[in-house]
């Protein structure tokens, strides 16, 4: 067997941790698949003192992570300190530099810096690996950059935040309200630090631009995906929906056509018989078409010590047979940049709540409205009039444009008997 292959770890939170534990677990397994032991020298986190559950009195303990590099006894550095920018940032560029490889789950840093991590990559001669990054323990990288490697993609769909697919679940399963699952996912503490991250679809969108390079070799252009996350979903919306068919998920979708790239994360109403309308809590799922495969579908866990760890691993696995090509799967030069496809030009249906005061005129001044848009309707339920005398109007729309639902919808806004802003949500046809 080859000399092992030295590792240092920067950052010892739980997916630190449980790299740790299946390199100590797995020792044997491991040095069989690689073809040589893959050991950790070295570790790294903020505090040295917090009883993390595992032994580390056996590795160097190195303060600065992005000095890591320029220890003798590192050869690839495994970075989970997280963030877009600073210590992350630094440690992966200095790791790089130093020719030494690179595996990070780092979601935020890959979406805004990938491409030019990968040029650094390249002109090293190391690998940069980043499956953890995405959806945790679904390979979904690997998938899509060698299983699907002789297909030409143009689609890929897929739940990549499971907090929010939990809450969305929660909130069917239970009939809570936003707020009250809000809380509970709060002090299950399955909230990112910054709750945003999931609430807001930034997470989602990180994974998506992520994947949008790896299935279409363009740029990572994190600035260019269209984002809405799931604050403004109730209940209502969820029991309507399914009035209709539907079932509502925060999907990511990313479609590459002639050179233009469209890339959104926003909750869409989809057909509850569809596969991944079934993905429910905290699990994740992707889709991927290709000319040859047609579709794929993935299910797995996409966060959480094991499944994020295990992504880890397979990367320095994969480092250590010497599979060093390029991190999107093809030459950090041969990387295109899309011409970024606004929200503005979607075409499809849509779903409109609408919380009106009950009372003559009300729904002639909507369908005025959606007439004047030159927005057509397909359905359109009343829903019993509250104790203080107001209803909700839910409606479905024909196939319209993104600016005509706008219209449409500030014309119904400007309405003294519309009482809430609307709610609307795009209607896939997946
Ligand atoms: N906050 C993320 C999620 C963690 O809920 O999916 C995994 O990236």
Not at 241 to 268: A, C, M
Request: charged content about 25%.
């Amino acid at each position: 067997m080859s000399n092992p292959l030295k590792v240092a770890v920067a950052g010892l939170g739980n997916v630190g941790v449980g790299v740790v534990k299946i390199l100590e677990k797995h020792k044997q397994l491991i040095a069989d698949r690689a073809g040589r032991e893959i050991i950790i020298t070295t570790v790294c986190a903020r505090n040295k003192n917090t009883d993390r559950g595992v032994d580390l009195s056996s590795y160097n303990w190195v303060p600065d992570a992005a000095t890591l590099a320029d220890q003798d006894d590192v050869d690839i550095v495994v970075e989970l300190i997280g963030g877009e920018n600073g210590v992350a940032y630094e440690t992966a560029k200095n790791t790089l530099k130093n020719a030494k490889s690179l595996v990070t789950a780092n979601k935020a840093m890959i979406a805004h810096h990938g491409a030019d991590l990968a040029d650094l990559a390249q002109e090293n001669n190391v690998a940069l690996r980043f499956e953890a990054a995405v959806a945790g323990g679904i390979p979904i990288i690997k998938s899509i950059g060698e299983g699907l490697a002789a297909n030409e993609l143009n689609l890929v769909y897929g739940i990549m935040n499971g907090t929010t697919n939990y809450m969305l679940s929660q909130m069917e399963a239970r009939g809570l309200s936003y707020n009250e699952i809000l809380a509970e996912t709060e002090k299950l503490g399955y909230l990112e630090a910054d709750p945003s991250l999931d609430l807001d679809g930034i997470d989602a969108a990180h994974k998506l631009a992520i994947l949008s390079s790896v299935a279409f070799g363009t740029k990572t252009d994190f600035d260019n995906v269209y984002i809405e996350g799931i604050r403004n979903i109730e209940t209502v919306d969820i029991k309507y929906g399914k009035e209709l068919g539907y079932r509502i998920k925060l999907l990511g979708i990313t479609k590459f056509e002639n050179g233009n790239l469209s890339q959104r994360v926003h909750p869409v109403m989809i057909d509850r018989k569809l596969p991944i309308a079934g993905v429910m809590d905290g699990f994740n799922a992707l889709v991927v078409d290709g000319d040859f495969i047609d579709r794929t579908f993935y299910q797995g866990r996409g966060a959480g010590e094991g499944p994020t760890a295990s992504a880890v691993v397979a990367d320095l696995i994969d480092i250590a047979r010497g599979h060093t090509g390029p991190a999107f799967f093809k030459p950090a030069s041969k990387l295109v940049a899309a011409n970024p496809v606004s929200i503005n030009e979607r075409k499809g249906a849509y779903y409109i709540r609408l919380h009106v005061k009950d009372e003559a005129g009300v729904i002639a001044d909507i369908t005025g409205s959606l007439k004047q848009a030159n927005v057509s309707v397909k359905t359109m339920l009343q829903k019993g009039t509250e104790m203080d005398g107001t209803v909700y109007v839910v409606l479905a729309t024909h196939e319209t444009t993104e600016t005509a639902m706008n219209d449409a919808l500030k014309l119904i806004s400007e309405f003294s008997s519309v009482i809430e802003a609307p709610l609307s949500i795009r209607i896939e046809k997946l």
